[in-house]
C-alpha cells in the first residue's frame, strides 16, 4: 500500500490536537482525479473547523485532513472525469468546508468538477490562494448579489482572502467599489480596485454614503447589524460569517442573504482566465511549509492577513 504525508487531526482544540503522519494514499473513484498537492492555502474555515468552533454546524468524524483547496498535478483520473489526464497541472476545491479528506496532504481525491486547468501565469504557491477565497467572492458577488455595472457595493474586510477577490471581481465587473480596511491596508486595497476605503478603525461606515445597492459582510456580529442601514431600499447585504439578521433586513427594506461557498470548476476556469489576462491579481502574504501547519493555522487566526497563507506540501 503506498503512503503519504498527511495533516490529521484527531481532536478539536488547536495544533497540539494535530500531526502530521504518513496515511494510505487516497483510493479513487469513478469522478475523482488524484492529485499530487504542490500547495494548499489556509482559509478561517480550517481553524474554526480544527478548534471545533464549528462542531454543530459541521460535526467531524475523527480523525480528518482539513484545506479546503489545493494546486497541484493530476496523478491519476477515474473513468468519468472528461477533460482532464494524468500531468496536468490543476487547482481546486476539496469540498464544501466539513470536507473529511483535505488538501493538507501530498495527495487529494477530489470530484473532477471541483477543479479547473491552474492558470499558467500563476506558480502553485499562488494558484493554491485562489480557489475557495475567490468562488466565495464570486458566489457572494454576482450568484448572491446578482451584481451590475454602474451599481455602488461596500466589501467589509477587502484586504483578506475572500475580500481581495470580491474587490478586484466588482472593479472588474464595472461597479464602484468601496471597501472597509486598516489605515495600514488602505493602499493596498485601493491597488485592487476600490474607489474608496474607509478606515473601520477610525471612522463609522455609516457615516458616508446611505444608498449602497449591495454589502458583502465578511466580518458579521455588530458590522452586520450596522450594514443595514448604508443600503438602499431594495438593496442586498451578503453574508459569509453569521447569520442574518431579518428584522434588521425588514426594517430598511432590503434583502439579507448567506454565501456558503460550493466547488465549481467552470466558475474556477472563468476565474483563471481573468488571472492570465492580468485583471485580477493573487497575494499571498506568507508560505509555511505543511510541518510549520501551527504557525500557519495561527497566523490565520490573527484575523489580519492580506491575502492569503499557504501550505507548501513538499518542504
Ligand atoms: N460562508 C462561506 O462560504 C465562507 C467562505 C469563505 C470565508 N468565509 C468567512 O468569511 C470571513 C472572511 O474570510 P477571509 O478568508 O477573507 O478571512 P481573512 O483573509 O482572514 O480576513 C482577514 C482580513 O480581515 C480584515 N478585517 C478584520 N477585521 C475587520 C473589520 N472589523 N472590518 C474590516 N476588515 C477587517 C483584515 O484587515 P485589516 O488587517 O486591515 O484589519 C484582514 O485583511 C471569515 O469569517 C471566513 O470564515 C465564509
Request: net charge negative; glycine share 12%; hydrophobic share 50%.
Amino acid at each position: 500500500m503506498e503512503l503519504m504525508k498527511a495533516l490529521l487531526v484527531h481532536d478539536y482544540g488547536d495544533a497540539g490536537a494535530m500531526r502530521v503522519e504518513r496515511i494510505p494514499k487516497p483510493a479513487l473513484q469513478a469522478d475523482e482525479i488524484l492529485v499530487r498537492v504542490h500547495a494548499a492555502s489556509v482559509n478561517p474555515v480550517d481553524w474554526k473547523v480544527c478548534d471545533g468552533v464549528l462542531r454543530d454546524k459541521l460535526p467531524m468524524a475523527m480523525p480528518f485532513i482539513p484545506g479546503g483547496d489545493f494546486s497541484g498535478i493530476v496523478e491519476d483520473v477515474g473513468g468519468e472525469t472528461a477533460g482532464f489526464a494524468a500531468g496536468m497541472a490543476v487547482f481546486g476545491m476539496t469540498s464544501t468546508p466539513g470536507y473529511r479528506a483535505g488538501a493538507f496532504a501530498e495527495f487529494v481525491a477530489v470530484k473532477a468538477w471541483h477543479a479547473a486547468a491552474k492558470p499558467s501565469s500563476l506558480t502553485h504557491e499562488e494558484a493554491a490562494a485562489v480557489p475557495l477565497a475567490a468562488l466565495t467572492a464570486w458566489q457572494a458577488v454576482f450568484d448572491r448579489a446578482g451584481l451590475r455595472a454602474g451599481q455602488h457595493i461596500l466589501i467589509h474586510a477587502g484586504a483578506g482572502g475572500v475580500g481581495g477577490f470580491a474587490v478586484q471581481f466588482a472593479r472588474e465587473a464595472g461597479a464602484i467599489v468601496t471597501a472597509t480596511s486598516s489605515a495600514a491596508n488602505a493602499d493596498y486595497v485601493r491597488a485592487l480596485g476600490a474607489a474608496e476605503i474607509i478606515d473601520y478603525r477610525a471612522e463609522k461606515f455609516e457615516d458616508g454614503r446611505r444608498d449602497f445597492d449591495i454589502v458583502i459582510d465578511l466580518i458579521g456580529g455588530e458590522t452586520q447589524a450596522r450594514s443595514y442601514a448604508v443600503l438602499k431600499r431594495g438593496g442586498v447585504l451578503v453574508n459569509a460569517w453569521g447569520a442574518i439578521m431579518q428584522d434588521k433586513a425588514d426594517a430598511a427594506g432590503v434583502r439579507g442573504v448567506k454565501v456558503a461557498v460550493e466547488p465549481d470548476g467552470a466558475q474556477l476556469t472563468r476565474i483563471a482566465a481573468l488571472i492570465d489576462a492580468g485583471k485580477v491579481n493573487v497575494s499571498v502574504a506568507k508560505v509555511f511549509g505543511l510541518a510549520d501547519y501551527g504557525a500557519a493555522l495561527a497566523e490565520s487566526r490573527t484575523g489580519h492577513v492580506r491575502g492569503k497563507i499557504v501550505l507548501r506540501m513538499d518542504a
